[in-house]
């Protein structure tokens, strides 16, 4: 696991675009994994930048999207298919059947996981998956104690979770219940991993998942079995790493070949 500490978002977004703009160009069909969230806003923002200027070329990608709210009706701005859509996909020329998200309207809901999965796998895996974390270490929405080895399904959320949410909706009453996650052993299977924390909200879960033992209370501390991580940090969701200097010497001092 790779950690990079970095002075703000504006570093976070332009490295962690470098990485897929490298990916596209070796790789113009690319499967990207998408999360929702702010962690990630930087990152859609700089590739939509490098679509507009510079001609970063999406219409060969493919993209599945973490995680999805379920029962929230087709089109609600909320919904994750929706957020994506205006946070990223429609920014870029990223074909709109090539983007995929859970479907947390279906009548059927462990036959539409499966679906998730195996049309994940028909892609050929993710390539490359972006992700958050939760301030009590989630990824998609693994809350603690998920299964290292889930696979995508139904979860509940913990009051924390819809808590931290319910920014994005008129109050907490209208954050779902449940939801439609990637597993962990799911999220596992992408090539690279990129997470982002920024803010000193994430500093504990930060320290949790990179320096904590591997255990499902902290459902991120599982990437320290990938063998490809790499988390963007800023200073102060750092700020708890015991290591800090040893990542910071590692970074500066990386062989410029290797790449992130
Ligand atoms: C979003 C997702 C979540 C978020 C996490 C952090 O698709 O799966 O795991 O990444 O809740 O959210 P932010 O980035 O808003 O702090």
Known sequence: MEVVILPGSKQIGSLAAD???????RKPDAVLGLATGVSPLPVYDELARRHDDGGLDFSRARAFALDEYVGLEQGHPQSYREVIRREFTDRVNIAPENVHTP?????????ACQAYEDAIRAA????LQLLGVGTDGHIGFNEPGSSLASRTRIKSLIEQTRRDNARFFTSIHDVPHHVITQGLGTIMEARHVILIATGAQKAQAVRDFVEGP????????????HPHVTVLVDEAAASSLRLADYYRHTYDNKPAWQGL
């Open 103 to 111: 479907d947390g309207l279906a009548a059927d809901i462990p036959a």
């Open 214 to 225: 591997v255990a499902a209370i902290c459902a991120a501390s599982v990437l320290q079995m």
């Open 19 to 25: 990485a897929v703009e490298a990916l596209l160009r």
């Open 124 to 127: 050929g895996g993710v390539d």
